[in-house]
Every structure is written in structure tokens, then in C-alpha cells.
């Protein structure tokens, strides 16, 4: 039997360069795309997706215990949004109208860069005065009030609101104080001198997503900041979530 000679094919030296350069390439072009495309998942149906698994867990929780129960809306410390999943308990708070974090249910973190508003604040709140006031029907109000400054009195009472659903699952306007809020959270406190926007309040219909980084730059604007008023970064120009009151599902509005 004659021998048979194995050829070996491999690439050149030169060959592998060209197509480690081109794969470089193509990783430079795509990288800052996938990070868009991400943001804009997250800003956008991902959080959507967030908050309406959560309205849902809520509903359910309602219907189940023949209670008021509903979805919190609150910063921590550090200013991440949160939402807490809160059900009605005047015996447990001694509060009419208390309601506490449900057990065994961890709070959700909205994206690290979105941020959630229910548009009201108290209409005097270094006063401390109870009365809630619509932030669009006060625009200079509004550019006052609102700051990136997450220990900022109307920050805090701007981004910490509830939705509440009666014991049938339909959504319902509320009063709301939580009384007892899971660890790391602070809890509505009484009327106090100094206020810091955490406090007993209705529930809201509706809210308005925002992207804290387009915030910021509404706050850089000159000669004062306006983070509602600002064009085209200013709260006022962003879509309203409507809660539907028979499913709990987001309606976007203008």
C-alpha cells in the first residue's frame, strides 16, 4: 500500500489579522447599538412591563384577602424608585386609613434610570399643608418644586404616591398612609414643622414616567431649573399612564 499524504489546511498568519480586524469591528459598531437599543427597552416597555406585573400582583392580592390593596411608589435613600406591594390594615396600624408593605413581598426597583411621578404635591409644602395640588395646573409651581435632589421635600412628595384596588379589583381612589413599609424604606409620618414629603395622601388615577437623566438635563436649564416646563425635556411633555379601572392595565394618554 502506497502512503498517503495528509494535507493540513489552516490560515495564514496574515488571514487570522484580517479577520480578528474585522471582528473588532464589527464589536465597535455593535456594542453602542445594543447599549441604545437597551436603554430605550428599558425607559420604555420594560417598564411598563415592571409596573403592570405589579398592578396585576396587587389586583390579585385585593381580590383574595377582601381588602384594599395596592402598588407604592417610593424612592429609597439613595433615589431608586421602588414599588411596594401595600395592603389596608387598621388593625395592625391603628390607622383608618394604614396600610402596610405585604409580607414576603419584596420590593421591585424600577431602572436604575427611570423614575415615576403621580404629578402632585402638597399645594404649601414647607407649610405643611394636606391639600393635594395637580402639578400641570401650576407650572411655575411645578419648575419649584420638583429637584434631583432626592432628600428634596417636593421630590420626595412628588415621586411617592400609590394605586389602590377595592376588594372587587377595581382600581379606587384612596387615602393612603403606610404605616409599616418594608426595611429600608421610610414610613408617611404625621403632621410635623418640617415635612419631608412623605405623608398620608389619596391614591392617583395615573402617573408619568420620566428618564432621570433627561430630567437632569431639564434641570441644568438657564437662568432657573425647570424640570416641568422645560422644551423638549420637561416633565409636562411626557404621556400620562392612566390606571383602567375594570382591569388595572396601563392606558397611555397625552
Known sequence: MRNRRKTIRALTLTELLVIMSVMVILLAISIPAAKKLSESLENSAGTRSIISAAMSNARAIAVREQKYAGVRFQQDSAGRQYLILVIHDPNQTGL????????????????????????????????????DWDLASNPSMADTCLNTNVS?????????????????????????????????????????????GYQEENSVSGFRIY????????????????????????????????????????????
Not at 405585604?102 to 391639600?131: E, F, H, I, S, Y
Not at 375594570?246 to 394618554?253: D, F, P, Q, R
Open 96 to 131: 383608618a386609613n394604614g396600610f402596610c408593605a405585604v409580607k414576603g413581598r419584596k420590593p421591585t426597583a424600577l431602572p436604575q434610570n427611570v423614575g415615576a411621578t403621580g404629578c402632585r404635591v402638597q399645594q404649601d409644602w414647607k407649610n405643611n399643608k394636606p391639600d
Open 152 to 196: 428634596h421635600v417636593g421630590m420626595n412628595d412628588a415621586t411617592t404616591f400609590s394605586v389602590v384596588f377595592n376588594p372587587s379589583g377595581k382600581f379606587i381612589v384612596h387615602l393612603v398612609r403606610l404605616a409599616v413599609p418594608p426595611s429600608g424604606f421610610r414610613q408617611d409620618e404625621p403632621e410635623s414643622p418640617t415635612p419631608s
Open 211 to 254: 428618564d432621570k437623566r433627561e430630567l437632569a438635563k431639564a434641570q441644568a436649564v438657564r437662568p432657573t431649573p425647570k424640570p416641568w416646563t422645560a422644551v423638549p425635556t420637561g416633565l409636562s411633555n411626557l404621556d400620562t399612564e392612566f390606571v383602567n379601572p375594570y382591569t388595572g392595565e396601563l392606558v397611555k394618554k397625552n
